[in-house]
Each structure stands twice: as C-alpha cells, then as structure tokens.
C-alpha cells in the first residue's frame, strides 16, 4: 500500500514566523503536490513537482515556497506565515510522468493555525 | 479555481437506503475520479472513470459519466454508518492536473 506520510497532525505558529511542512512518501512515485483545504473552496493547489529539484506553480502559490531534495520528500515553505494560512495542508503523491492523470495518494494531512 | 461542482452540498439518509451526488464540469477531460474523505483526515481514492467510459463499479460504488452533459454520478448502495465522510469529484483536463470540487457531505444515521 502506498503512505504518505506528513511531519505534524497539527501545528500552531505565530503570525511571521518560517513555517516547514514536511511530506514523505514510500512508493517511489514521480508527482507530488501541496494543496490546502478550506470549507466552502475545496481543495486547492498551491505547488506540485514531477520530479527532484522540478517544481511547477498550482493555482495559489502567493506566500509559499517548496523544496524537493530527494524523489520521496516534498517540503512546503511558508517564508512569513500569516493568519489567513491558517488551514488544513494536504500533501499527495502520484505515479507517472509530468502531468500524468493518475489517482493521487493523500496524507493525513496537517492542520495549521496561524495566531 | 473548481472545475467540478458536487451537487447537493450535504445529504442524510438511513443506514440501508441508497446515496445520490453528482458532479458537474466545464471544460473536457481526461478523466474524473471520486474520493472520500473522513472528518479531519486526507482523502481516499475510490474510482477512476475515463472519458471514453460511460460506467464503472466498485464493490457497493456506482458512477456514471456522461460527457455530453458534463456531468457524473457517484451512487453509494445499502449505505452504512462508516459511510459517513465527505465526497469530491475531480476532474482531469487534458493538460493533467487534478481540479477538486467543494464536496457532498454526507450522514448515514443507523
């Protein structure tokens, strides 16, 4: 079975600190993504990389940053975290090649306050 | 922005009885898939269905697509209590990248 796993269930931080958000997953797979969860919006892509060191803007990149060192670690960034951050972050995994069309593999995903 | 709109938002039923939701899209697809997500948790792939496939099953899932009207149905069979969770529709525009709609909750009371 695939697992994606992330750093933190939950986390509170302090409006302008640096905020890492870590995502490891365990089925060699090409594509990762970062995306945030708010009520009422969905999901939404912030970020996503098909491969080590490629990283390709999604639909919300204001305030983020990503980082992909390594094929089964995707870390998110918030340079200066701010209090409309605040959300649950759910990282996913899929096989293939860039813009592939596969299924996505999620974490559990990581609820972030931002006070 | 959402691609697939599930309609309805929210819905309650009884353990037993069947559940309904549908997605409506706007652009054409690859492909459209439904995932299930229980509270405060990721989310689960269920079904995968290609543009060129009109039906597909999964155990106790059925859905529908009917690209002409670019929509699809997910329909949840003899529901059960562990059936309570939210589902979303995402759709796959040619260029790949996965568009979620805002979800159907839905309660199943026993």
């Known amino acids: 079975d695939v697992k994606v796993t992330q750093s933190s269930r939950y986390l509170v931080k302090r409006t302008g600190e640096k905020v890492f958000l870590e995502c490891v997953q365990d089925?060699?797979?090409?594509?990762m993504f970062w995306y945030r969860q708010d009520p009422g919006l969905g999901l939404r892509l912030i970020y996503f990389s098909y491969d080590v060191k490629m990283k390709e803007k999604g639909d919300i990149p204001e305030g983020y940053s990503v980082s992909r060192e390594k094929k089964e670690r995707f870390s998110l960034i918030l340079e200066s975290a701010s209090t409309n951050q605040t959300s649950m972050y759910l990282c996913?995994?899929?096989?293939?090649?860039?813009?592939?069309?596969?299924?996505?593999?999620f974490g559990p995903g990581t609820r972030l306050t931002v006070t | 922005s959402q691609q697939g709109e599930e309609d309805p938002q929210a819905l309650s039923i009884q353990e037993g009885e069947n559940a309904t939701m549908n997605c409506s899209y706007k652009t054409s697809i690859n492909n459209l898939q439904w995932y299930r997500q229980n509270s405060g948790r990721g989310l689960v792939h269920l079904i995968l269905?290609?543009?060129?496939?009109r039906e597909k099953h999964s155990g106790r899932l059925r859905v529908t697509l009917d690209t002409s009207k670019k929509s699809s149905s997910l329909l949840i069979t003899a529901s059960r209590a562990a059936d309570t969770a939210s589902y979303f529709c995402a759709t796959v525009p040619s260029w790949g990248k996965l568009q979620f709609g805002a979800g159907t909750q839905v309660v199943v009371t026993p």
């Open positions: 996913a995994s899929s096989r293939g090649i860039r813009r592939s069309s596969y299924e996505q593999y």
């Open positions: 089925m060699d797979h090409e594509n």
């Open positions: 269905i290609r543009s060129n496939e």
